[in-house]
């Protein structure tokens, strides 16, 4: 069965500071792989979406990227860190259609 | 307009009761619907996959979706505390790496 892990579960970090968030997916080849963010009190914003290594569309302009350094592997970066980037962030990953969820990691900048 | 609207709550209804969720979208294109359980600091997990319209039951959920009226829901029979959580429907217009498009979610307590 698939299994996907996303690393750390909880973060505190000061405002203009770097953030690499991770995520793996075990158990299938080659998914599509999302992010999101959910700022509280509200749905789930689409960060960044890919097809394959090295393969990612942007949703939103904004202060995070991302990449895909191998096959199951997706993670989420920034440089500097601003306040308004706090949120819960979920990974996600699909074959056809349906997406499943990581279970999340809460970041706060302060 | 956003593309799919949903009720955020809060829901509050007594244990045993009936509830039903409900989401409506604008667009025609949408076939595939899902429902999502998403439990406090935790993240979503898939109850619901229909794909256009029609009826799907598993145990206590149903799921229904109504595509001339763009409208879809799901119903929770013999509700327990168990169910307390946020609701989230979700829908695409096809498969391989289409983008989600997500309703705000419904907040729901089950009260003993």
């Known amino acids: 069965s698939q299994t996907i892990h996303q690393w750390p579960a909880t973060l505190v970090q000061p405002v203009g500071s770097p953030l690499s968030l991770e995520c793996t997916v075990e158990?299938?080849?080659?998914?599509?792989l999302y992010w999101y963010r959910q700022a509280a009190g509200r749905g789930l914003q689409l960060l960044f979406y890919?097809?394959?290594?090295?393969?990612i569309s942007s949703e939103v302009p904004q202060n995070l990227s991302a990449s895909r350094p191998q096959d199951r592997q997706f993670i989420l970066s920034s440089k500097k860190l601003l306040l308004s980037d706090s949120g819960f962030y979920l990974c996600?990953?699909?074959?056809?259609?349906?997406?499943?969820f990581g279970p999340g990691t809460r970041l706060l900048v302060l | 307009q956003k593309e799919v609207e949903q009720d955020p709550g809060p829901l509050s209804v007594p244990e045993g009761a009936i509830v039903s969720l409900n989401c409506t979208y604008s667009?025609?294109?949408?076939?595939?619907f899902m429902w999502y359980r998403q439990y406090s600091r935790k993240g979503p997990e898939l109850l619901m996959y229909?794909?256009?319209?029609g009826n799907k039951e598993d145990g206590r959920f149903t799921a229904q979706v109504d595509k001339s009226s763009k409208y879809i829901s799901l119903f929770i029979r013999d509700s327990q505390p168990s169910d307390s959580a946020t609701y989230l429907c979700?829908?695409?217009?096809?498969?391989?790496?289409?983008?989600?498009?997500f309703g705000q979610g419904t907040r729901l307590t089950i009260n003993p």
């Open positions: 229909t794909y256009s319209s």
């Open positions: 667009n025609s294109a949408f076939q595939y």
């Open positions: 996600a990953w699909s074959i056809e259609g349906t997406q499943y």
């Open positions: 158990g299938t080849s080659n998914p599509n």
């Open positions: 979700a829908m695409s217009a096809g498969q391989g790496a289409q983008k989600l498009v």
């Open positions: 890919s097809v394959g290594i090295g393969q």
